[in-house]
């Protein structure tokens, strides 16, 4: 049995072939080339040919039917090197789906509207409320600015007020925002809100001009969020509507053996399939160049984010105006003139195929991708909270500041994974690299362990999960991701120095190490991922590790292909300044044997 | 497989003789202006359509403090009604005219909709004109009735990396001897005002100040300090989607952030072209479907260009002899000359493995640079 999965990116369509050999499912090859939506080719499928070609390449596995001109591929098997069973596909060309979100308050229906479209895969452009401060006809400009491929409407307890909501929906009817598509294109609508105003709404939103889709009330009442539906709907429409606007898409799509999904929401159903199978919690990151896609699985909860222009190519330069300069330098333990580091990354967003040739600038990226996460995680727990029906004000230039523990249902104790990907993360030349980027930017706490993709395939297992959810998630846990290891931290502060608690690590062949870890240090035990071993930690009162301040805790952990890392920074990490921050960077970076020996010797002198 | 593997980058155009097409389109349908065969100029308008006007909801009754099915009872004007900024629209008057409360029109349009539902009224400003010009001189190759025109002309075109502010046209004026100087607020003088001016390798903070006083309408340079500019614009850039910047001229960059000299071959076509009108853009999205900032220097068929002489624009094939400039550090801006295209993958500095290019740089040194840094200037 043979399956071909693409992704159509806004750039590069990526296409991967799984096949089974024996008993075994494996990743057998890829191929990519790039996108062709825009003109002269104006037809994706003509893009997923040439991907596919290079897959045929590899493997000599002949999976195009060459007997017609438009792409066909030999399905079924055909036994030998011909033919595959299933072909899947996700789709993030076009930049994605973009969506408007509407509601009447905005910590209550508009946030969940926000949960709604950013599970669909959506990119949000601007959240509408009636309490968001802003007058009338600025909301309208703003709307007819956006021009978003789909708007979504709530607000409103079923049975409850009806004025508030018809008010928003009546703005975005007036404003009447041009699609990006065409002028036969009707903008299509979700409504989600009060269900008692679903005939106004009808009466707002022409036919002429727009689709409207009426679901359940995703807020039925203030303290329910029910968000699938409403979901469901935004995906529906997407097909219907964007996909179908984009060129070749029709095409493509009689080839599929299910729909098409945007990349970020295969994403984040394949890292959810994972943590529903494992009953785990864990949290995914997809580092791209224009967007960071933040991925939780919590107590059974799910919610994917999206920060739409932070990235590391394209939105590059965004990161730095977001984080600032100096949250930047203060992992880069180089003499770097501003200049010359503000420099390196705007050259980087004019030109971001562009890769790093240097040392220098490998570790100014790595820096920058640290605070990306950062922020984009920042993002996600401003949305990861438990509803409330009042709550603390707070602006939309808020959601990338620290979101105090408290506030969010995530507890980073109890994150059992974290899983990155996307390029700068999987292209990392050492995967201690990419390790210490997630630990740095996540600051787990307690036994977490970390992974990422080895080849970027997230999405294609996700789509493949409606169908064969067993098969792909077997290749996801097998081949595609790598375990660079388990983080060990605690939470709490003190002095660079100070004792954080006594460590013992008892290996399966009964043989014991003991060490004391401190403050401001990291260490690093290479351990294969097919070894566990017993981890004791006792640490002092103002260390917890889990369990408590002072807890003695225990547990079986795994290495990986960094190892086990002992992380003795506190939680939160707090760099000091000057030449102490500078030769502190640079014992990390030693210990964690990230970059090569001639490099780290020479800047720690 | 050969030793030898050819490689593909998308390079920016700079071209001294080619054909340039472009499409002029109204916002929304509308009136087209020209005809086909029709010679059209830089600000010649093509076309033009009246855009409806910003719609304005006045809550009326919760200005009044009435039920809102009630709003009726109370409005002055009806649907249709043309209203002037300051009109009474609607009044609200009890206990015999002690009480009294109004609500006034806020901008100046026409009532679209009184909503009983909402208690709002909604009043739309009026149409505004919208015209588009030609932005280049050449001509009508094709109408879209209502929508668009296509023009043509032949035209030495340069594509920047990074622009700011839209579209202009003027005379080109080098104000610098060689594409590594650097245009000071010295070299600015009166006679620069509404002319393009170019520069060399970079352009100060000075230099920027001085032509927006000088009412210059462009610059075209190598590169500029970053801090000098986010100073010059007031803000930082964060993405790189500009165009709509109001700083008084456009300033295309040709090599990007810091001191780059302006690559030889565009500094000559620039100064070949001296004198001559052109239009520049800064319009820029580095995003897919990528826009970069250009100049357009329209040519009399013929005479600069006869239609065997003008160039196909394509994505550039790097061969060996290519000669490229690489655009990353540490060697960003460098120019040299493909001597090698191995196929294997190559560890550099940062110790990944990826697909090289051996160049020879012009001090005689061979470098090996990854491919996806190169920018090719010419085959």
């Given amino acids: ?492 502060s003190g002095n660079l120095g100070d004792v954080i608690g006594d460590v013992t690590l008892e290996h399966s062949n009964g043989k014991k190490e003991f060490f004391t870890l401190h403050v401001g240090e990291i260490r690093r035990v290479e351990i294969q991922q097919s070894e566990e071993v017993t981890v004791t930690v006792t640490p002092t009162k103002s260390f917890d590790f889990g369990v408590g301040f002072g807890k003695k805790v225990s547990k079986k952990v795994r290495g990986g292909v960094v190892g086990i890392i002992f992380d003795g920074r506190g939680r939160p990490i707090t760099l000091p300044q000057g030449n102490e921050r500078v030769n502190l960077l640079w014992s990390w970076f030693k210990n964690m044997n990230m970059y090569p020996e001639d490099f780290i010797k020479g800047g720690a002198e | 497989m050969s030793e030898e593997s050819f490689a593909y980058t998308p390079g920016l155009i700079t071209s001294s003789a080619t054909l340039v097409t472009k499409i002029r389109a109204l916002p929304i349908k509308g009136e087209i202006l020209v005809k086909q065969g029709d010679n059209v100029d830089f600000d010649t308008i093509i076309g033009r359509c009246h855009l409806e006007g910003t719609p304005y909801i006045v809550k009326v009754s919760e200005i009044l403090g009435i039920d809102p099915e009630e709003i009726f009872k109370y409005m002055t004007v009806k649907v249709g009604d043309k209203v002037s900024r300051g009109d009474i629209i609607a009044k609200y008057s009890a206990f015999l005219g002690l009480m009294k409360r109004s609500v006034i029109a806020p901008v100046n349009g026409v009532i679209e909709s009184i909503n009983e539902l909402t208690g709002h009224a909604v009043i739309r400003e009026p149409f505004k004109l919208i015209e588009v010009t030609a932005y280049i001189r050449g001509v009508v190759k094709r109408i879209i009735p209502g929508e668009a025109v296509v023009i043509e002309t032949p035209a030495a075109y340069i594509q920047g990396i990074i622009g700011f502010g839209g579209e202009r046209h003027g005379a080109i004026s080098v104000a610098v001897s060689r594409p590594d100087e650097i245009l000071d607020e010295k070299k600015l003088n009166e006679s620069h005002a509404e002319k393009i001016v170019v520069g060399g390798s970079f352009v100060t903070y000075e230099a920027l100040i001085k032509a927006q006083k000088l009412g210059v309408r462009g610059i075209i340079v190598g590169g500029v300090n970053i801090a000098d500019l986010e100073k010059f614009l007031g803000y930082r850039i964060g993405v790189a989607i500009t165009g709509r910047e109001n700083i008084g001229f456009t300033l295309i960059l040709t090599e990007g952030f810091g001191r780059l000299p302006m690559s030889e071959r565009a500094f000559n076509i620039l100064k070949q072209n001296e004198g001559k009108e052109a239009a520049v853009n800064g319009t820029t999205q580095v995003r897919a479907g990528v826009v970069r900032p250009e100049v357009v220097i329209p040519l009399k068929r013929g005479v600069h260009a006869g239609e065997e002489e003008i160039e196909l624009l394509s994505e550039g094939r790097v061969k060996i002899g290519s000669i490229v400039r690489i655009i990353r550090y540490p060697y960003f801006g460098a120019i040299g000359t493909v001597v090698g295209l191995p196929v294997e993958l190559h560890t550099i500095e940062t110790e990944s493995p990826v697909r090289i290019l051996k160049i020879r740089l012009q001090n005689g040194s061979v470098v090996s640079i990854p491919r996806a840094n190169i920018e090719i200037i010419s085959e």
């Fill in chain 1, 1 to 492: 049995m043979f399956i071909l999965a693409t992704d159509v990116g806004s750039t590069t369509t990526k296409a991967r072939f799984f096949g089974k050999v024996g008993d075994e499912w494996h990743f057998l090859a890829s191929g990519e080339a790039p996108t062709t939506v825009e003109k002269p080719v104006e037809d994706v499928t003509k893009g997923v040919r040439n991907a596919v070609k290079e897959v045929e390449e590899l493997t000599g596995h002949k999976i195009i039917d060459n007997s017609s001109e438009e792409l066909k591929f030999i399905m079924p098997y055909r036994g030998g090197k011909e033919g595959i069973d299933v072909y899947v596909s996700t789709s993030s060309a076009g930049g994605g789906l973009q969506m408007l979100v509407a509601g009447v308050v905005k910590n209550i229906t508009a946030e969940s509207a926000q949960r709604a479209a950013l599970g669909a895969g959506a990119i949000i452009m601007d959240v509408l409320a009636v309490d968001d401060g802003r007058e009338s006809y600025e909301k309208i400009n703003i709307v007819r600015f956006l021009r978003p491929d789909m708007v979504l409407i709530a607000g409103g307890t079923d049975g409850g007020d009806k004025i508030h909501v018809k008010e928003i929906a009546e703005i975005i009817a007036m404003a009447k925002p041009r699609p990006r598509f065409g002028a036969s294109f009707k903008l299509p609508i979700v409504y989600a809100g009060n269900k008692d105003a679903r005939d106004d709404i009808k009466n707002i939103f022409t036919q002429d001009y727009f689709d409207l889709r009426i679901v359940d009330n995703l807020r039925p009442q203030i303290e329910i969020e029910r968000v699938e539906p409403a979901r469901n709907a935004i995906l529906e429409l997407f097909m219907e509507h964007v996909m179908a606007h984009a060129p070749g898409y029709e095409k493509l799509l009689r080839l599929t053996s299910t729909e098409i999904m945007p990349t970020p929401a295969a994403e984040g159903l394949m890292i959810r399939v994972f943590a529903e199978a494992r009953n785990v919690n864990v949290l995914g990151v997809g580092l791209g160049g224009a967007t960071t896609n933040i991925y939780s699985y919590f107590n059974g909860r799910f919610l994917r984010t999206v920060s739409a222009n932070i990235g590391m190519s394209y939105s590059i330069g965004n990161v730095l105006k977001e984080a600032g300069l100096d949250n930047i330098k203060r992992w880069i333990p180089l003499d770097l003139s501003d200049d010359v580091i503000t420099s390196i990354i705007y050259n980087k967003m004019i030109r971001p195929t562009t890769i790093p040739m240097t040392l220098t600038d490998l570790m100014v990226e790595h820096a920058v991708a640290r605070e990306a996460i950062r922020m984009g995680f920042n993002h996600h727990k401003y949305l990861a909270r438990e509803l409330k029906g009042i709550k603390k004000e707070r602006t939309i230039s808020d959601i990338f500041e620290e979101v105090r523990g408290e506030e969010t249902y995530i507890d980073m104790k109890r994150i059992d994974y974290i899983i990155g990907t996307g390029g700068l993360l999987s292209r990392a030349p050492r995967r201690a690299q990419s390790m210490m980027i997630l630990i740095d930017a996540f600051q787990p706490i307690g036994f977490t362990y970390i992974m990422q993709d080895s080849v970027f395939m997230i999405p294609h297992l996700g789509v493949l999960t409606k169908l064969y959810k067993d098969i792909a998630l077997r290749i996801f846990e097998k081949e595609c991701l790598i375990p660079l290891g388990t983080v060990i931290a605690a939470r709490g």
